[in-house]
């Protein structure tokens, strides 16, 4: 594949990757159907396996951006005598998250390479959009008024919640921006303060996941220029697309219900269906 062909390819899914990212929509699920449909497969197996989680650092990298106030907050008030926004401490928080990610990582450890071999597929994929799109709006009719927390200062219990929820973004086409989202209402967070914790906790997550998966593909010795290339057109444009969408996507839950991307998902889950049956994708 010559290198135009091969950047174009990299900009369509950077900007399917920032759309999808931190909306409960399915990002893994959107770039399993995008890559088929541009026959993305047909490039080197390293270069492919590798490609979705180096646009993944792209989007976790606008979270930091976005929120680096927040974050710098948090790392000058490290320890317990000093009071954030967010919680008793910085290191409070810090240890909220990682003790959030912890289910994930008893899940993700033994099981995310059988997913990785028997999941990425459209029928799966359009299966967990439509679950996943159910559950939302029982969640959301259920849970969302039922919230106590409107910041970001959660406890223990509601962490462990909202990680356990995050283990089913192990299936592609769940989501785990919906699925920690959905966790937060269970535990008692409002929409915008578990949209917020899913973003904080995506960057140890995201970040951790991303650079093991390039570290055990082989890193980028074995790539050729115009798949480095393609790699970082894909990486700058998943951040600069993350960067607008975030943003909007706060603004939007101070406003609106969730259930729009719910329906999204069900209609999404039946083109991907159809078009499936009608042999696009290989």
């Known amino acids: 594949m010559d290198i135009l062909t091969l950047a174009i390819k990299s900009v369509i899914l950077g900007i399917v990757e920032g759309i999808t990212e931190f909306l409960p929509v399915s990002s893994t699920g959107h770039l399993v159907i995008f890559e088929n449909l541009l026959h993305f497969k047909s490039v080197s197996k390293n270069y492919v396996e590798m490609y979705t989680y180096v646009i993944q650092l792209g989007a976790i990298l606008a979270v930091i951006v976005l929120y680096w106030n927040k974050i ?32 994930g990582a008893l899940i993700e450890i033994p099981f995310g390479d059988l997913a990785d071999k028997y999941l990425f597929n459209y029928i799966s994929v359009a299966i967990m959009l439509f679950i996943g799109a159910i559950w939302m709006l029982y969640a959301e009719n259920r849970y969302r008024n039922n919230n106590k927390t409107s910041n970001i200062n959660v406890t223990a219990k509601q962490a462990v919640i909202v990680g356990i929820f995050q283990c089913l973004s192990i299936m592609p086409g769940m989501s785990r921006s919906a699925s920690t989202i959905i966790g937060g209402w269970v535990s008692g967070l409002s929409t915008v303060a578990a949209a917020e914790f899913s973003f904080f906790l995506a960057i140890p997550v995201m970040l951790g996941m991303s650079l093991l998966k390039i570290l055990k593909i082989g890193g980028l010795m074995s790539l050729t220029t115009a798949e480095i290339i393609s790699l970082t057109v894909g990486f700058v444009v998943s951040f600069i697309v993350a960067l607008m969408v975030i943003d909007k996507f706060i603004s939007y839950l101070k406003k609106k219900p969730m259930k729009v991307f719910a329906f999204y998902r069900i209609i999404f889950a039946v083109v991907v269906l159809a078009t499936g049956f009608l042999g696009i994708f290989k």
């Open 72 to 103: 710098k907050d948090t790392l000058i008030n490290l320890f317990p005598s000093k009071k954030v926004s967010y919680g008793e401490s910085g290191l409070r928080f810090w240890l909220v998250i990682v003790l959030a990610c912890i289910p």
